[in-house]
T-cell receptor
Framework: GNSVTQMEGPVTLSEEAFLTINCTYT??????LFWYVQYPGEGLQLLLK?????DKGSNKGFEATYRKETTSFHLEKGSVQVSDSAVYFC??????????FGAGTRLFVKA | EAGVTQFPSHSVIEKGQTVTLRCDPI?????LYWYRRVMGKEIKFLLH????????ESGMPNNRFLAERTGGTYSTLKVQPAELEDSGVYFC???????????????FGPGTRLLVL
């Protein structure tokens, strides 16, 4: 079946460090891929998405590239800030309305 | 514009009791979804409404869970009777109907944290 696997957290970084959160997926067909972020006390927000192979999604300094050959959609940011501390969820959709999420990765950024 | 709201934010109940969660979607959004995150694991799809109709309830765990969306506006999710394994965070989301399915941006509420003792 369809599934998403992302690196376990928590991830702890110092401010201005480089961030990578790994995400791989298993899916039939050609899924759309998403990264969601949940800040403390808030709901999930769509951070970025990519709908076909080699697409790069980007937002707020975060990027992720849809790699079909490695079935991956790793999240990266060149310089993290304390305000980026949150839980990040990788997700996919193969059509229809169902979104499949990973387990989430908690990021702590220290000043 | 108001976002998706959920009530209550937290609920602590005893095993065997009944709890009803409410979700108010963004005005004008025909699609409404319920998801659940248990014990820090992945967020799992429960069901999807289009207006007042259930389109997909394949994720509902069992018949102790009942979701309704009368009039196609707000939705309720009732758990009766609650069991220990029902503890978790219940998220609601809504989206416009544009024919893009899950590719259309879903807007999530803050979740209801349910603890069954």
């Amino acid at each position: 079946g369809n599934s998403v696997t992302q690196m376990e957290g928590p991830v702890t970084l110092s401010e201005e460090a480089f961030l990578t959160i790994n995400c791989t997926y298993t899916a039939t067909g050609y899924p759309s891929l998403f990264w969601y972020v949940q800040y403390p006390g808030e709901g999930l927000q769509l951070l970025l998405k990519a709908t076909k192979a080699d697409d790069k999604g980007s937002n707020k300094g975060f990027e992720a590239t849809y790699r079909k050959e490695t079935t991956s959609f790793h999240l990266e940011k060149g310089s993290v800030q304390v305000s980026d501390s949150a839980v990040y969820f990788c997700a996919l959709s193969t059509g229809g309305f169902k979104t499949i999420f990973g387990a989430g990765t908690r990021l702590f950024v220290k000043a | 514009e108001a976002g998706v709201t959920q009530f209550p934010s937290h609920s602590v109940i005893e095993k065997g009791q009944t709890v009803t969660l409410r979700c108010d979607p963004i005005s004008g959004h025909d699609n409404l979804y319920w998801y659940r995150r248990v014990m820090g694991k992945e967020i799992k799809f429960l069901l999807h409404f289009v207006k007042e109709s259930k389109q997909d309830e394949s994720g509902m765990p069992n018949n102790r869970f009942l979701a309704e969306r009368t009039g196609g506006t707000y939705s309720t999710l009732k758990v009766q009777p609650a069991e220990l394994e029902d503890s978790g965070v219940y998220f609601c989301a809504s989206s416009q109907e544009t024919g893009q399915g899950a590719r259309e941006t879903q807007y999530f509420g803050p979740g209801t944290r349910l603890l069954v003792l």
